[in-house]
């Protein structure tokens, strides 16, 4: 399994600003994801951080928008930029863990949700 | 992209009542998972089952990957299981979940 760290569990922001997410594991992986969840919604993938190159983001996510670093092997930060009310979500960072072959299980953080206001 | 389809979208339990969640997959998945989102917004892992039957407690899992569904089962249901539940799988080589559209459960006294 993985342990996650993620960090604010919670805010309240302002439209406009910005807020940085911090996940932290507990042990060296290779790709950490970054989901955002809508209120009332399923989970969408926003991008893949590798470290020592660009994250790799989905459709309709643009890094101006949700730049993303990827220091080391146990970290990354996600940052929502100039955001607006439609922003308010809650977002998840996870990773995946071998289980053998080419088999993964993923595990997340604890989600931080997120209010503009 | 995969679609995952889940049912029923909503499901309200008396505490003690036995339950059937259903995942459908609209192609092949891998590495197929369970999770329960609890009302603070945590994921938490219930079952990597990509084939066969797991059973945790009161939880079990079937998965049959040759007509691509999955089912959760919860028995003895209390209102620590509310929240919702969702699966997820990846599709080819990509690690990428793809996430089913959530059934979310309220059990009550």
């Known amino acids: 399994s993985a342990v996650i760290s993620q960090k604010p569990s919670r805010d309240i922001c302002q439209r406009g600003t910005s807020l940085t997410i911090q996940c932290q594991v507990d042990s060296q992986v290779t790709m950490m994801f970054w989901y955002r969840q809508q209120p009332g919604q399923s989970l969408t993938l926003i991008a893949t951080?590798?470290?020592?190159?660009?994250?790799?983001?989905e459709s309709g996510f643009v890094i101006d928008k949700f730049p993303i670093s990827r220091p080391n092997l146990t970290f990354s930060t996600l940052t929502v930029s100039n955001m607006s009310p439609e922003d308010s979500s809650i977002y998840l960072c996870?990773?995946?863990?071998?289980?053998?072959?080419?088999?993964?299980?993923?595990?997340f953080g604890q989600g931080t949700r997120l209010t503009v206001v | 992209g995969i679609q995952v389809e889940q049912s029923p979208p909503d499901l309200i339990l008396q505490e003690g009542a036995n339950s059937t969640l259903r995942c459908n997959f609209s192609?092949?998945?891998?590495?197929l998972q369970w999770f329960h989102q609890n009302p603070w917004g945590q994921l938490i892992n219930l079952f990597y089952?990509?084939?066969g039957t797991k059973q945790n407690g009161r939880l079990s899992a079937t998965t049959v990957a040759t007509e691509r569904y999955s089912l959760l089962y919860i028995s003895s249901s209390q209102t620590t299981d509310s929240g919702v539940y969702f699966c997820a799988g990846t599709t080819g080589t990509a690690s990428k979940l793809t996430f089913g559209t959530g059934t979310r459960l309220q059990v009550t006294l």
């Open positions: 192609d092949s998945v891998n590495n």
């Open positions: 089952i990509p084939s």
């Open positions: 996870s990773v995946e863990k071998g289980r053998g072959g080419f088999d993964t299980e993923a595990f």
């Open positions: 951080a590798n470290q020592g190159s660009e994250a790799t983001y």
